[in-house]
């Protein structure tokens, strides 16, 4: 019944052709109504009869063996039912996808903060009480908690194009500088949350999670059962930004306690249990070597970098994974080096890779622009490749050079002025930009549309994470079928229905987008069919169908429910070409000189990303990421205990992500919109990530051209500054 469909040429493009107008309109979210009334339920809202309330202990060592969990130490509180060690809850949420997540042993300890225990009580009180007071004893080992001086560390090969040491060697400018940036963590607003129900055999577990159809599989993986004794429900999620791609322990806890107690189990994280357990993006150090010929062409590059990761995780923070394709040069360098430390485990927070890969190397690029006396937009514009320069492939559409051209136009960039000269009282000014580069990628997804009448309902257990799927999917049926979107229903989170992409790495729009509309296309064909026309023929709108010489009201031509079901494959596009979102960003800073405090004045990102579904919604996509951007130069800093590797900055007052008051009021989103005909069936490449990638490094090159001092250890904070 399921139609599979992979890409291997371009796409024509239908949804240019139905003329209705729908996709693409800055739609509202159906969803919005019910999250600003409070009538969407995330999670911990959901109220059940007979529920436990589970609170998971946490290690206070960094590295060890558990040798006693002293059960008398709570046997005074109220309504304890069980302290449940299972080591299949100890599983590390980094990257679960499809269960690929190592199990730790049960009695060991690898990280401070690492869940080892769940406490059951009755009352969430009761169970918090005892979750602090029971008394483990343990044996502890030695741990290394940063990256500086653990022994352990994995190189991997180079991966390289042409020969960067003989271009490094000849080119007759260079820039060769370290950087760093910390620790991230994604800090969705909505803390990770479980509920779990055992009945008969199979579990029914409420979670706050990305990607459903891969978390059906690494629970049933997790309790040693079949997936389709699995089912998982997130309707509403607050945001992830990566930390809910994977199963988390509270989830795995929760099926683990109910199964046992024979009673729905639920475990609602505290923030600070959020930043001790779930994951982080690595810490990352940098070298960046960039060498050019004095007239400004660009010869050799390499982006070697340093992240870290429990023992045995199989992530690795993407540094370089921009830097390969941005620039040309006759030779290219990437070498990643893993630190084994006991830490929180790292995994993808947004953009993982650009986000912080290119604060290092778009700024490189700010400074070799001033070591050639070229401007940093001419300079970026000299120096586009034709090809992929690792591996040849052809860009199938690159935005970037209008993106760069039309945002130096559109922000002034001309009037900027010569580094260190512009002032206004205490305040120094700078402006910078950065080119922004995200690949847009396809994960395989199915959804099914079902068409009665001129009412369409779009089912998928694809995730909206606060992101508009909801309301894109509705556009993209809408679109298809001639109808009002309002007269679309979009049922998500439910692994019952379809298995789609989930939402993570920018590629739901794409995946799960692509799904729906191959689903309602071949319920288009099948108007064709029942009305004696040719699908070219075939014009639906305003819940009509004409075709031929034949005009018919869907409520008679669609009398009887149609359905249908399609999936895309997955895939980085279609082989022959590389598919990317492409941008530029520019900001502008004021630097006080007395306490180096920065504030951004304004800010532009111009981005090219494919076919735009809803421009309100990318909208908020990309300031959302730019915000991002503003985080990672400014303020956002994970930092641990150096003894234990304890996470310090555990809670939004410490680990400060953007507030209105960070936040220029004057931030502009410009799109350019093209037509990606190799990426997929509607042309779209991803959103989400795009708007972070590069927007820090404009905000970190602005500083520098504000007060002529470059820095080099990220975030920008005030003693760095001045
Ligand atoms: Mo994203 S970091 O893949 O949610």
């Known amino acids: 019944m ?6 291997d040429s371009p796409q024509p493009r239908l949804l240019d052709q139905t003329g209705q107008g729908v996709v693409g309109t800055p739609m509202n979210r159906p969803d919005g109504p019910h999250k600003v009334s409070g009538r969407a339920s995330y999670t911990a809202d959901t109220v059940m009869d007979n529920v436990l309330h589970g609170v998971l202990v946490r290690a206070t060592i960094a590295r060890g063996k558990i040798t006693g969990i002293d059960r008398d130490s709570i046997r005074s509180i109220q309504g304890v039912i069980d302290v449940i060690t299972d080591q299949r809850m100890i599983r590390n949420p980094a990257q679960g996808m499809a269960g690929e997540a190592p199990v730790q042993p049960g009695d060991a300890v690898y990280y401070h903060g690492q869940p080892i225990a769940l406490v059951v009580a009755e009352t969430f009180e009761g169970a918090r009480d005892a979750a602090q007071r029971l008394n483990i004893r343990y044996e502890t080992e030695k741990a290394y908690v940063t990256p500086e001086g653990t022994p352990d560390r994995e190189v991997a090969d180079p991966e390289t194009a042409g020969d960067f040491d003989a271009a490094w060697k000849a080119a007759e400018v260079r820039v060769d500088q370290k950087y760093t940036t910390p620790s991230h963590a994604a800090a969705a607003m909505e ?36 997936p389709a004794q699995v089912r998982i429900l997130a309707p509403f999620v607050g945001g992830g930004f990566g930390s809910k791609l994977g199963l988390g322990p509270e989830a795995a806890a929760a099926a683990i306690a109910s199964q046992k ?13 959020v930043f001790d357990c779930v994951l982080r993006r690595s810490e990352t150090a940098q070298r960046v ?3 050019a010929t004095q007239d400004g062409r660009i010869t050799a590059i390499s982006h070697d970098d340093t992240v870290s990761n429990l023992d045995g995780e199989g992530f690795s923070e993407p540094v370089s994974q921009a830097s390969q394709f941005l620039y040309g040069a006759d030779g290219l360098s990437f070498t990643q080096t893993v630190a084994r430390i006991a830490a929180t485990p790292a995994g993808s927070v947004r953009a993982p890779g650009e986000a912080v890969g290119m604060l290092g190397f778009e700024s490189a690029m700010d400074e070799l622009a001033d070591s050639l006396g070229i401007d940093p937009v001419e300079l970026r514009l000299r120096n586009l490749p034709d090809t992929h320069p690792m591996d040849g492939r052809e860009f199938s559409v690159r935005g970037l050079a209008d993106c760069l051209r039309e ?16 002032r206004e009282g205490d305040w120094l000014i700078g402006m910078g930009m950065a080119s922004a580069a995200r690949s847009s990628m396809l994960v395989k997804s199915a959804a099914r549309v079902r068409l009665t009448g001129d009412r369409a309902v779009v089912e998928t257990d694809m995730t909206d994470i606060g992101t508009g799927t909801y309301a894109i999917l509705a ?5 298809m079928l001639g109808l009002s979107p309002d007269n679309v229903e979009v049922r998500l989170g439910n692994s019952d229905l379809p298995g789609a992409s989930g939402s993570g790495g920018s590629f739901g729009a794409n995946s799960a987008g692509s799904a729906t509309f191959l689903a309602a296309r071949k319920i288009r064909a099948r108007l064709a069919e029942q009305l004696g026309c040719s699908e070219d023929d075939l014009t639906l709108q305003g819940g009509r169908a004409r075709g031929g010489n034949r005009e018919m009201a869907l409520t008679d031509l669609a009398r009887d429910e149609m359905q249908a079901e399609a999936t895309i494959e997955s895939g980085m596009t279609a082989k022959s070409h590389f598919s990317s979102g492409f941008g530029a960003h520019f900001a502008e800073v004021a630097v006080n000189e007395w306490t180096g405090e920065v504030r951004v004045r304004r800010m532009l990102g111009v981005m090219s990303m494919g076919r735009i579904l809803n421009e309100k919604t990318a909208r908020s996509q990309a300031l959302g990421g730019m915000i991002w951007g503003i985080g990672a130069a400014l303020t956002e800093d994970m930092q641990s205990d150096r003894r234990d590797g304890h996470v310090v900055t555990r809670d939004l007052a410490n680990y400060h992500v953007p507030s209105h008051a960070d936040v220029p009021g004057d931030m502009q989103v410009l799109f350019l919109e093209e037509r990606d005909d190799w990426a997929n069936p509607i042309q779209t490449k991803g959103i989400g990530e795009l708007g972070i990638s590069g927007a820090g490094a404009a905000v970190l090159n602005a500083i520098a051209h504000a007060t002529g001092k470059r820095i080099y250890d990220f ?3 005030p003693d760095r500054v001045i």
């Open 261 to 273: 107690l024979g009673r729905p189990v639920r475990v609602v994280m505290t923030r600070q249990t």
């Open 475 to 479: 556009q993209i049926a809408a679109e």
């Open 2 to 7: 399921t139609d599979t469909f992979t890409m």
């Open 715 to 717: 975030p920008a904070l």
């Open 191 to 226: 803390p990770h949350a479980a509920i779990a129900d055992w009945k008969d055999g199979s579990v029914t577990l409420r979670s706050s999670l990305q990607m459903i159809r891969f978390n059906k599989k690494e629970l049933a993986d997790t309790l040693g059962i079949e």
């Open 289 to 291: 070597r960039i060498g």
């Open 407 to 422: 945002g130096a136009e559109q922000f002034g960039w001309a009037q900027r002025g010569t580094a260190g000269t512009r």
